[in-house]
């Protein structure tokens, strides 16, 4: 398969060229030039089917042969290690619970997946592979914890001390083996303009090869179409329209869905829920398109002003709003109703949303029409928000394993100036 630029569609890459670079070169995000249908045979006796197994013949088009099918395999096999339980809480309303992984959130899909093909692809380079990941607080743990123990691959995160939660910090400073963690003296800026620098930095760059695994990289949004063939599988002997909210911030969980609908997955309905960042919301009923600055939300993974992967939807659709509202309808929710369903939903059904999951349960109840069968995504583990759950619910939220694991693990990071000397001198050491 080739992919070509959304500002391009002239540029063809291989799909090996497409994972390395992350972003096209006219800063266009990569797509598939075409994407295949699932023959029927796919879809008779997928209920049977385990998860690496679906993910196997969902993402083999896209991947191999330029990954030979036997190792391609063994990525799946690797990267779909957790459960991924889709759990009824009421009538024709259920819940794919996506946040069983490593860092309790659905990203961990999308990392661990990545992760593992960028491993493949870099294998042969002649220099060590670095990636170098600046975080505020979640992105750290979720590429960390993707490239823990992956052969071929150092990570490196650079944080900002004293400035992300105790529980973030644990997530990638607790690993060790092939993931270090530089705890800069400064913000999250400094961070951040430390990892551009080291991109720009020739000397560096002959020395080492230096990739960011960034969240638009096509190979982070594909794997997150599985989930959504496997929430069919549980629900297609229903035998009835199945309508699909999802809680969206940068889209690319979206964006991944709509993708599968196009291979032949037989969704009648996405729900675009959003918090108050509703840009896409907007877009859908006005036809414009006005980014602007993010709000701070209660659901804060989705508090996002610009959605980088709106491109790659309109993409899908030919630039043609008609199309996209045929398939998708947009759903604003709000703080105050983000806490009233986590308490409503827990009162009436004894299921704890997180804010995340909250926003698309309430855009689903608003949007399905019975008969219809409705499934919301929830994308983070409640326990990860423990205040305004535990205030509306009023009853402690245990933590999961996953996280209790990395809590009662020593910290060890190295602790830096905001200086590109210092870290160039970490780095080709
Ligand atoms: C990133 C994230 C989202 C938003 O996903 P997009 O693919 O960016 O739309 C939703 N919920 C949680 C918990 C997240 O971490």
Not at 95 to 103: A, D, K, S
Not at 366 to 394: C, D, S, Y
Request: glycine letters at 6%; hydrophobic letters at 40%; one cysteine or more.
């Amino acid at each position: 398969m080739k992919f070509y630029s959304t500002n391009n569609k002239e540029v063809r890459l291989s799909v090996k060229e497409a994972v390395i670079k992350g972003l096209a070169s006219d800063n266009g995000l990569f797509m598939p030039e075409v994407i295949p249908v699932l023959p029927e045979s796919f879809f008779k006796n997928i209920e049977q089917r385990e998860l690496p197994e679906i993910a196997f013949e969902v993402l083999k088009p896209f991947f191999t042969p330029d990954i030979p099918e036997n190792k391609f395999l063994e990525i799946v096999q690797g990267a779909f290690t957790f459960d991924i339980p889709l759990k009824n809480i009421e009538n024709s309303i259920s819940v794919l619970e996506l946040f069983h992984g490593p860092t309790s959130a659905f990203k961990d899909v999308g990392a661990r997946f990545l992760a593992r093909v960028l491993s493949w692809f870099v294998k042969d380079l002649d220099r060590e592979v670095y990636v170098l990941a600046a975080t505020s607080g979640d992105t750290g743990g979720a590429v960390a914890n993707g490239f823990y123990n992956v052969e071929g691959v150092k990570v490196v995160v650079l944080y900002p001390s004293g400035m992300v939660s105790e529980r973030q910090e644990k997530q990638f400073t607790t690993l060790g083996n092939n993931i270090s963690a530089l705890e800069i003296k400064g913000t999250f800026d400094d961070c951040q303009k430390l990892v551009k620098g080291a991109f720009l930095d020739e000397e560096l760059n002959s020395k080492l090869f230096l990739t960011s695994a960034n969240s638009i990289n096509i190979a982070r949004l594909l794997p997150q179409m599985v989930y959504y063939f496997y929430a069919y599988a549980w629900l297609k002997n229903k035998n009835s329209d199945l309508v699909v909210s999802v809680p969206s911030g940068n889209f690319g969980n979206l964006t991944a869905g709509v993708i599968a609908y196009k291979m032949g997955l037989p969704v009648n309905r996405f729900v675009a829920a959003t918090n108050i960042n509703d840009v896409v919301p907007q877009y859908l009923e006005t036809g414009k398109y006005t980014p602007r600055t993010s709000v701070q939300t209660l659901a804060n993974a989705m508090d996002v002003g610009d959605p980088s992967n709106f491109v790659r939807l309109l993409d899908v659709f030919g630039g043609d709003r008609e199309q996209m509202n045929r398939l998708i309808s947009g759903y604003v929710v709000d703080d105050k109703t983000i806490k009233k369903t986590i308490k409503d939903v827990y009162d009436n059904t004894g299921y704890v949303l997180d804010p995340h999951g909250a926003c698309a349960y309430t855009a689903l109840k608003a949007l399905k029409k019975n008969p219809a069968e409705g499934v919301f995504l929830a994308t983070a583990h409640p326990a990860k928000f423990p205040k305004v759950v535990e205030e509306q619910t009023g009853k402690t939220i245990p933590v999961p394993e996953e996280m209790k694991k990395f809590m009662s693990r020593n910290k060890q990071s190295f602790v830096m100036n905001p200086s590109s000397t210092e870290l160039k001198k970490f780095l080709m050491k």
